[in-house]
């Protein structure tokens, strides 16, 4: 009799949000290595096409939560 | 009776016969042996705690892995990362003598500031590859590491005195205790992989709340204490003192230091003071509700909230504080959707509070307490 492996939880990552500087579009991405809170990274703005948007959240979204329970 | 069973068993085949008489010998066993019942007991409850005790291991190896491999990445290959890491899971604390009791806080500030110090020296020693932002986390990293594997240690050390004495009442204590354990190593587990990639924890809420409110405004900012920053800056009339922990990188500061030096430099002229820190919620209760209240909204080993209680007496300022509420799970794992909404709701509430309880002219100190790890100064 072997004890079976206990299944640990997976880890959900967060994902990153961006705010254009010139259209203050919003957009999110999953969390990239160096990510912090306000700041400014060299990205291209998916609607306008802008170069420099700032990271203005680093979240949890619900939703994943939920598609993890599932 | 017994002959009854027997004649049973008689007029049935010679397997019935069988079982009926385990059954009567198990059942005898119940009779002359008092203890018997308790000691199917003891052992299913030892096979339950030897489970869980097993996961808890596996917990363990996986964070100690995940702080090792943080730690290769940034150190140089001629150390032993391994040996050396070990060695700071392994390190103690010890608190100071409270039989004479005056001063205490004093002498568990220098223990405490010591030991946080050394910590980060001995990290920044083993990482030299990573820089100060870098190191916090780290530091913070071995923490949990250190957390994780003080759990582990400490069931196992119930479940093995509990098996040798065959104390059932010591594993039934365990036993008890273990969901809520098990709950917190996870959550220890998951605390592991936010900072090992520096992502904002639930408890960083209260930096992010004041790094959301002084954003894109125009300010002065300073350290004011280790690790702490004050942003010196005008609202309606009012000046505001916003106290934080330095971010990106993963440290709480000293808050209580700092506002006592915010104090002493401006004498009389502070009117109210603002703590804003995640709380702990009930079972059954929001995430991310805010509250508010009286008194120091902060943590920790009492140090901070005492030295801002006893200058706040001395000045006669009142302390007011706001709390998030979070469970023990969600402020340490990076943070979840429905507590960053609270800070725009507390923002709100702290510009309210601003204009409805201090005069135009005067200064409020506002102090987002929590660990600034991933959240970056504005
Ligand atoms: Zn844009």
């Not at chain 2, 002359?32 to 030892?46: A, E, H, K, T, W």
């Not at chain 2, 290959?77 to 103690?92: A, G, M, Q």
């Not at chain 2, 209240?293 to 200058?311: H, L, P, R, S």
């Amino acid at each position: 009799m072997f004890p079976q492996k206990p299944q640990l939880n997976r880890f959900i990552q967060p994902l990153t949000h961006l705010t254009c500087f010139s259209c203050n579009t919003e957009n999110s991405r999953p969390f990239k290595d160096g990510d912090y809170v306000f700041k400014e990274v060299e990205e291209k703005c998916p609607k306008c096409g802008s170069t420099k948007m700032l990271i203005t959240g680093i979240y949890i979204e619900e939703r994943q939560l939920k598609e993890r329970e599932r | 009776m017994v002959f009854d069973i027997l004649q049973i068993g008689g007029q049935q085949d010679i397997l019935s016969t069988l079982v009926s008489l385990i059954w009567l010998l198990l059942l005898l066993s119940f009779f002359l042996y008092p203890g018997f019942s308790q000691r199917i007991q003891l052992s299913y409850i030892l096979r339950d705690l030897e489970r869980k005790l097993n996961k808890l291991r596996i917990i363990d190896d996986d964070v100690k892995d995940r702080t090792l491999k943080a730690f290769q990445e940034h150190s140089e290959p001629n150390i032993d990362v391994k040996n050396e890491l070990e060695r700071l899971v392994d390190s103690f604390i010890i608190s100071p003598e409270s039989m004479d009791p005056y001063g205490i806080v004093y002498k568990l500030e220098h223990i405490v500031n010591t030991w946080e110090d050394r910590f980060e020296e001995d990290v920044a020693r083993i990482c030299s590859k990573a820089d100060p932002v870098k190191v916090k986390t780290l530091t913070n990293l071995v923490e949990v590491s250190r957390g994780v594997h003080f759990i582990y240690r400490y069931v196992r050390h119930y479940y093995l005195l509990g098996k040798r004495t065959q104390n059932i009442y010591l594993v039934l204590q365990m036993q008890m205790l273990m969901p809520q354990i098990m709950e917190i190593a996870e959550a220890y587990r998951q605390a592991s992989y936010a900072f090992a990639q520096a992502q904002p924890i639930g408890d960083g809420i209260g930096a992010l709340v004041v790094a959301k409110l002084v954003h894109g405004l125009e300010k002065k900012t300073y350290e004011i204490a280790k690790d702490t920053i004050v942003h010196e800056l005008e609202l309606d009339g009012r000046k505001l003192l916003i106290l934080r922990a330095s971010g990106p990188g993963g440290t709480v500061g000293r808050p209580g230091e700092g506002i006592v030096k915010l104090i002493e430099s401006e004498g009389d002229r502070v009117k109210l003071i603002i703590t804003i820190d995640a709380g702990l919620k009930l079972e059954g209760e929001e995430s991310g509700k805010v509250v508010e209240g009286v008194g120091v909204a902060i943590g920790g080993t009492g140090v901070d909230k005492f030295k801002i209680e006893e200058i706040a007496k001395a000045k006669r300022i009142p302390l007011y504080a706001i709390v998030i509420y979070e469970s023990i799970t969600e402020a340490i794992t990076p943070m979840r959707e429905s507590i960053v909404k609270a800070a725009d709701k507390i923002i709100e509430k702290v510009k309210q509070l601003v204009n409805e309880k201090v005069e135009k002219g005067a200064t409020i100190i506002i102090a987002g307490i929590g660990n600034s790890v991933g959240i970056g100064v504005t």
